[in-house]
Each structure stands twice: as structure tokens, then as C-alpha cells.
């Protein structure tokens, strides 16, 4: 009888031999090529690498442990959002942008303070990538994703917007851009080209092969070799099985590095937790799946490339737990307006720029300063129904459908599905009639006492009253009529200024928020053709990498901090670029 082991060997075997179909051996035995270029990671980066390389006529093997359900990685999972400087639905809404006044915003926003301007400083590639970047999102960015039908919600979003003052961070102006069908509607031209390669023999996958080791020949990359892992037929972002059937080899002239950061990976953000905030928390949530492991990056460190700015990340403070939850430790990022309150652990009002939408940074390092890892929002049903949109494409199923209608209508009547959702059965949401009965079940989720009744209902009341002063220098309010003054945000994010308690906009809602893990700001250092450079600050030969595993372009294009529709936009890019580049070098 054939055992389900021997059975799944023999299947592996059978992979195998087609990964090797055609290897011949040369007069020293070793095997030749299997196609121009490999790519380590399928996802979107790596997508668009293949494209570029397929269109001019080289041949692609596209290796990634996880199945070919999961096609297109992560960014499947994203809201879409792109980050385009002066495009023509900023102009629609009224909004006037510059490359300039874009660049202003990054340099001071990133914070570039690691040898720059030195070729061996760990922000040298990483700015000149940034420089590029801004460039490509004032030209042709938005008219070469419209050429392959991608299309946007006219209504811009103000994400990261800062406290408004010209030398603080943010985005001086809106910048978000949501793409109609979300992180899907990105990926899917991008999938339906490699496929179309793929019949005409150009683009070959080898799914649930794990990458384990860079091959070199005298220091320079020639090929990877791996494990084939059992395919158990886990849904797509569901951890996949580990089961190893049988091992591999691939070469090429060029390996491209596309397989992500650490943002599923607690023990590595752990590890590289920047010493500035102090001690990680004790619990986060994670908002990518499993399979963004971190791995490849040190894998590729031994062969040669160098990690840099590896304690720079972009973790979210407003994360919430799944309930109905798809990978471990499954996270939702709010995307919340400014009227909210946000309070820390203790119940104490968190001083500028601890306001929703204004700086992420900014306020997880007030969250840490803290010594406890959650904080709390306290708004209304009035203030959620318009206020809130959850990120994912899940999250948002008019928009994935590119069902515009219903997705505006969706944030104007009542609260949104999605969001209801987590209103009645998310584990981080209380609701209560009065600020004291508030306070009791925000104690009772915490399982402490560290909130004081009498404390909470002084400064709701006191930020209520600011409401009604039409000069206030309260900070939240200042931003609420500042975000309200954006035609956008007046439509359709920010609800009417009034009092919190206000007895027609209840009831009241309290919501536990975690630091959600998200994306690496670091990682394998570039040049401007996405080659990676060595510690001698030469690039390896054979060795290219792109998207979040280039830490977005150069080893860090945001520096300390993202303006936001900058990942995808940086996977793009890096895709684009490198592959043109690594078609060229062929």
C-alpha cells in the first residue's frame, strides 16, 4: 500500500522534474539555466518585476512557498490606496499640489539622518530612491496604471495630514487615492499579464517551494535552492503547511529578491524594535498574514547583501482584533477622522499629535511613553457611521466590487456593514448610554481599573464645550474644522462638530486599540536599478531585490515615516524599475 506520505513525495518528485525539465549539464557538471531571471515571491512587486522582464523576451520562474492561491501576497489584502502628487481628482476636489511642495512633505516627514549624502550611509540609496519615487508619482505613475484600466474613488483621502504647522510632519494637502476594487484591482493587471506570459512560455510559477539558501559561484548569485512543500489546500491567507517532500535547485544569470518584510513575523519586529520606544508591547495584533516571515532577508544577508535601517517600521496604533479572524493574531487597521477622543491606558487625553489621522509615529510614541501597550477612542454612533473605514479589501466589499454608487452611499446612511460588524461583535468595542457606565466597561475589557469615572467625564465634557466655541484652541477641535474645511472630508469623513455626549448621536462607543504590526521600513540596500549592494558597497553580482523587501526602494525610501499610498506605490515602482533594469543587464 502507498502511504500519504510516499504518495505526496512522489507528487513532489514529479514537480521537481518539471522544474528541472530541460537541464542539461556542462563539461564541469553543473547544471545550466533554467530561465534569464528568478524571483523570490509573488506577490505584487515581484509581479510587476516579471512583466517588465517578460516584456522583452526574457524567460521568468516566479518561486514562492505559499500556493498559487495566494497570488499577488499581501497587497490582495490592502485598501489600495496610491499616492499621486497633482493628479486630476486632487484638481476635481479643489486640491492644488506640487512635485515641490510633495517633496517638502517626504524629506521632512522621512527624516533622513543616516549618512545621506555618503555613499556608504544607510540612507544614501534609500533618498535618491525617494527623489525617483516622487517623480514617478508626479508623472507617469497614474497614466500607466489608467492604461491598464485601473481607476480611482474621485473623493481624496488626508491621510497622515500632521498637526498643519509647515516643519512637522504629514501631508500638507490630501494625497490618498483609493483604487476602485481595492488591493485586488492593483494586482489584477498585473496577474492578468504574467498569465498571459505564462501561455506563451515565457513566465513559469513553482509554488510551495521555499527558498532556503542563494546559490553563489566566486560571489556572485546564480540561482536559489530550496524545499517543496506539501499543498494542503489552505485558503488564501491561512497559514500553509511546513511539510517538506522533497528539496530543489533553480539558476539563472539574475535572482530577484521580492518576498516581503517581517510585519507576520512578532519574534522578528521584537527583535528589531527600535530602541527609541522603548520595550515592544506586551500583546500587538498583526495586520499581514503568516507568510510575511522575514525570512529571505537574512537568507540574503548571507550571500552577500547588506540589511540596513532594520529598526524603522510602520506599525499602526489603531488596530483592533478580528472577530471573525483569517491568519494568527488577525488585525484590522482603523482609518479614523479627527473627531474622535483618544485617550491612553489610564484614561488621560492624549496631547497633539495623538489625534486621529495626523501622525502615526507621532502618537506610538506617545502610546509608549505610556509604559502599557492600548489606548482607547471614545466617540458615538454618529461619529463611527461616517468617521471610520476599516482597511482590506474584505473590509470593504462596494469598493473591492468597484461598486462606487454603493460605496459612497455606503458612507453617508448609517453606520457601515463591516463596521457594524465590529461594533457587535468585536472584542474591543463597549457601548454604553452615559459616560460612567462607559467607564466601568472600558475597565472591565481592560481587566483593570486604571480609568477614573469622574476623570473621563471632565475632559469629555470639557472638549464638548470647546465644540461650541467658534474660536477654540482645543487641539482636536482646531483639526476637526480644519479636516472639515476639505470639501472631501465635509462630504464624507468628518461628521458636523458637535458635543460627544450630544443625546441624538448616541450611543456612546469605546474601543480598545492595539498596536497592529504592519511593514518594514528597512531592509536589503539598493541602487537605483535594484541591485543589491554588498558590505563592500558594491552591488552582488546576480542579486537584485524589490517592493518591502528593499525596504520599498534603496533599503528605506520613507525613512522614519510614511505619507501613506506609498507600499503598493513602492512595490510598484521597484517592480518596474528593477525589471526594466535587470531586462537591460541580460
Not at 55 to 73: F, H, M, P, T
Amino acid at each position: 500500500m502507498v502511504t500519504r506520505r510516499q504518495a505526496l513525495a512522489g507528487s513532489a518528485a514529479a514537480v521537481a522534474a518539471v522544474a528541472f525539465a530541460g537541464r542539461t549539464a556542462t563539461a564541469a557538471g553543473s547544471p545550466s539555466q533554467h530561465a534569464d531571471a528568478l524571483i523570490v515571491g509573488h506577490g505584487l512587486s515581484g509581479l510587476v518585476a516579471a512583466c517588465e522582464l517578460a516584456a522583452r523576451g526574457k524567460k521568468v520562474v516566479i518561486v514562492d512557498q505559499e500556493s498559487e492561491k495566494n497570488l499577488g501576497g499581501q497587497a490582495f489584502w490592502s485598501l489600495g490606496g496610491l499616492f499621486f502628487i497633482d493628479s486630476p481628482e486632487q484638481r476635481l476636489m479643489g486640491i492644488r499640489d506640487t512635485l515641490d511642495d510633495a517633496r517638502r512633505d517626504w524629506m521632512t516627514t522621512a527624516g533622513f539622518d543616516r549618512g545621506a549624502d555618503r555613499r556608504d550611509g544607510e540612507d544614501y540609496w534609500a533618498r535618491r530612491w525617494a527623489e525617483k519615487y516622487l517623480e514617478f508619482a508626479a508623472g507617469e505613475k497614474r497614466d500607466w496604471l489608467a492604461g491598464m484600466g485601473v481607476s480611482w474613488v474621485p473623493v481624496v483621502g488626508w491621510a497622515e495630514r500632521g498637526t498643519g504647522r509647515r516643519r512637522d510632519p504629514g501631508n500638507s494637502v490630501p494625497r490618498f487615492h483609493m483604487t476602485l476594487g481595492t488591493g485586488p484591482g492593483i494586482v489584477e493587471p498585473f496577474e492578468r499579464r504574467v498569465r498571459e506570459f505564462q501561455r506563451a512560455g515565457l513566465v513559469r510559477f513553482r509554488f510551495g517551494h521555499r527558498v532556503d539558501e542563494l546559490l553563489t559561484v566566486g560571489g556572485a548569485v546564480t540561482g536559489v535552492a530550496g524545499t517543496v512543500l506539501a499543498d494542503h489546500g489552505a485558503p488564501r491567507g491561512r497559514a500553509g503547511t511546513r511539510e517538506p517532500v522533497a528539496g530543489f535547485e533553480l539558476r539563472a544569470p539574475l535572482v530577484i529578491v521580492a518576498s516581503g518584510g517581517i510585519g507576520g513575523n512578532q519574534d522578528l519586529v521584537r527583535k528589531y524594535w527600535p530602541a527609541r520606544l522603548g520595550t515592544p508591547p506586551a500583546f500587538m495584533v498583526t495586520g499581514v498574514p503568516a507568510h510575511v516571515d522575514g525570512r529571505m532577508l537574512d537568507i540574503t544577508a548571507r550571500a552577500g547583501g547588506r540589511l540596513v535601517n532594520r529598526d524603522r517600521m510602520w506599525h499602526y496604533t489603531e488596530g483592533l482584533r478580528n472577530h471573525s479572524p483569517i491568519w494568527p493574531g488577525h488585525g484590522i487597521r482603523v482609518l479614523a477622522a479627527p473627531s474622535s477622543m483618544w485617550f491612553d491606558a489610564t484614561g488621560r487625553r492624549f496631547p497633539s499629535p495623538g489625534i486621529p489621522s495626523l501622525d502615526t509615529l507621532g502618537t506610538l510614541e506617545l502610546i509608549q511613553k505610556t509604559g502599557h501597550g492600548h489606548s482607547w477612542f471614545v466617540l458615538n454612533r454618529e461619529i463611527i457611521a461616517k468617521e471610520f473605514i476599516l482597511s482590506g479589501s474584505e473590509q470593504n466589499p462596494e469598493l473591492t466590487a468597484k461598486n462606487l454608487p454603493a460605496y459612497l452611499a455606503s458612507r453617508t446612511r448609517g453606520v457601515p456593514a463591516p463596521v457594524q460588524a465590529f461594533v457587535d461583535r468585536g472584542p474591543d468595542f463597549v457601548t454604553a448610554r452615559t459616560i460612567g457606565e462607559l467607564a466601568g466597561k472600558m475597565n472591565r475589557l481592560a481587566g483593570n481599573d486604571l480609568l477614573n469615572a469622574d476623570e473621563l467625564r471632565r475632559q469629555v465634557a470639557h472638549r464638548d464645550a470647546e465644540a461650541r466655541k467658534p474660536q477654540s484652541t482645543d487641539p482636536g477641535i482646531r483639526q476637526i474644522r480644519r479636516s472639515r474645511a476639505y470639501t472631501g472630508d465635509n462630504l464624507f469623513r468628518t461628521t458636523e462638530l458637535k458635543p460627544i455626549t450630544d443625546a441624538g448621536a448616541g450611543p456612546l462607543i469605546a474601543i480598545k486599540m492595539n498596536i497592529l504590526t504592519r511593514k518594514s521600513l528597512g531592509g536589503l540596500q539598493t541602487d537605483l536599478s535594484g541591485r543589491v549592494i554588498g558590505g563592500d558597497g558594491q552591488p552582488v553580482p546576480g542579486l537584485f531585490a524589490v517592493g518591502e523587501a528593499a525596504g520599498f526602494g534603496g533599503g528605506g525610501y520613507h525613512g522614519y515615516r510614511a505619507l501613506e499610498g506609498t507600499f503598493l506605490g513602492g512595490c510598484l515602482f521597484t517592480g518596474r524599475q528593477t525589471g526594466r533594469a535587470a531586462a537591460r543587464m541580460l
